[in-house]
């Protein structure tokens, strides 16, 4: 069947027929070409690859390039009069007192010259600053099409997208299908965001009981700001989850590795719905084209003693019987055990 939707594509899906209508719809070059990325002036494609086997992605999941709001999430967006961006005339001006970095701590700002996270001039000009790469588990603010700056702001970088062409391919190890670059990725260049249906904590948790297998591998909270003081009491309860597992965008096949050449921060493009916040891929290292792309399933795990932690805990619950997702990741000091 898939074999069959690649072949039909080219000669019935761009003729735009009523017969071929659903079969279009279904279809992931389809939904590939739809994305603003991958029209003028960016271009930047996407392909779906296997070498490797005749398994091919079900034609039932669906690429997008933006978050679906689920059932009650709509509801809770800010009304149009809340939301407001920066009214800096010049690009310049949002690197340093721009309205957008208000909701920045204060204590956690290295450089008050720069607050914004990324290198505006130079050859490292867009990338991700090292010390909020590296050091920094604090969310990144950036201006948005609300704001009064241009698109060449150099405080839209998640804004602009994705700035390679990127490719979905089957593994040779049995790991599924992973994600690479088809160019060089530089360290500190945003990659891609991850998105897909955000749900409410109830329905998250009515599918993970309902799941067959580990429904968190493509569940992700969007926690980053809850707190049960919080004056936003959007903010007090349980925090809304981007389920991938049937919609999302490429990023939904990236593998895990416990020595990861990602990590994924939390972006907000607009401060009055940030319990929506974007979720983020940065790159953790200079990746040359078509090396796999990864990140640590294991929020927070980067260091010896926390991989110890996880192997650990693991053993623990093999002894009680219990069910451990062997890691496949093959890196020199893999833990063994993704939980």
């Known amino acids: 069947m898939a074999e069959y939707m690649r072949r039909s594509h080219f000669y019935h899906h761009m003729q ?33 690859t296997n070498e490797v086997d005749k398994e091919w992605i079900s034609l039932d999941f669906r690429f997008i390039e933006k978050c679906v709001l689920g059932k009650d999430v709509q509801k809770s967006l800010a009304e149009e009069g809340f939301r407001s961006g920066c009214d800096c005339r010049e690009d310049t001006a949002c690197a340093k007192e721009c309205e957008c970095l208000s909701d920045l701590d204060p204590d956690n700002i290295i450089n008050p010259d720069f607050k914004n996270a990324y290198y505006t001039a130079g050859p490292r000009k867009g990338l991700l600053r090292y ?37 979905v391919f089957k593994t040779k190890d049995g790991r599924g299908f992973g994600v690479r670059a088809r160019e060089d990725i530089r360290k500190g260049q945003f990659v891609d965001k ?42 007090r309860g349980e925090p809304f ?60 795990t980067n260091t010896a003693d926390s991989n110890d932690n996880v192997a650990k805990e693991a053993k623990e619950r093999q002894a009680k019987g219990e069910f451990t997702q062997k890691c496949l990741c093959g890196s020199k000091n893999c833990r063994g055990s993704l939980w």
Do not use: W
């Open 194 to 235: 991850y998105v897909g249906e955000i749900i409410t904590a109830e329905e998250a948790n009515r599918r993970r009981e309902n799941a067959k297998y580990r429904k968190d591998l493509y569940l992700f909270a969007l926690d980053k700001f809850n707190d049960p003081e919080a004056e936003d009491e959007r903010l």
């Open 16 to 48: 735009k027929k009523a017969q071929y209508a659903e079969e279009e719809r279904r279809c992931h070059f389809c939904q590939f070409r739809a994305f603003s990325i991958a029209q003028p002036p960016h271009c930047y494609t996407m392909a779906v």
């Open 131 to 167: 010390e909020i790469l590296e050091l920094s588990s604090d969310e990144i603010y950036e201006c948005s099409d609300l704001c009064a700056c241009s698109e060449d702001c150099p405080n839209r970088v998640v804004g602009r997208g994705r700035k390679f062409n990127i490719e």
């Open 241 to 300: 989850e981007v389920d991938g597992e049937f919609i999302a965008g490429p990023t939904r096949f990236i593998n895990h590795s416990c020595e990861p050449n990602l990590r994924i921060m939390a972006v907000v493009t607009d401060r009055a719905n940030k319990h929506l916040h974007e979720l983020c891929f940065f790159a953790l290292e200079d990746i040359p084209r078509l090396t796999e792309l990864t990140f640590d399933y294991v929020a927070g």
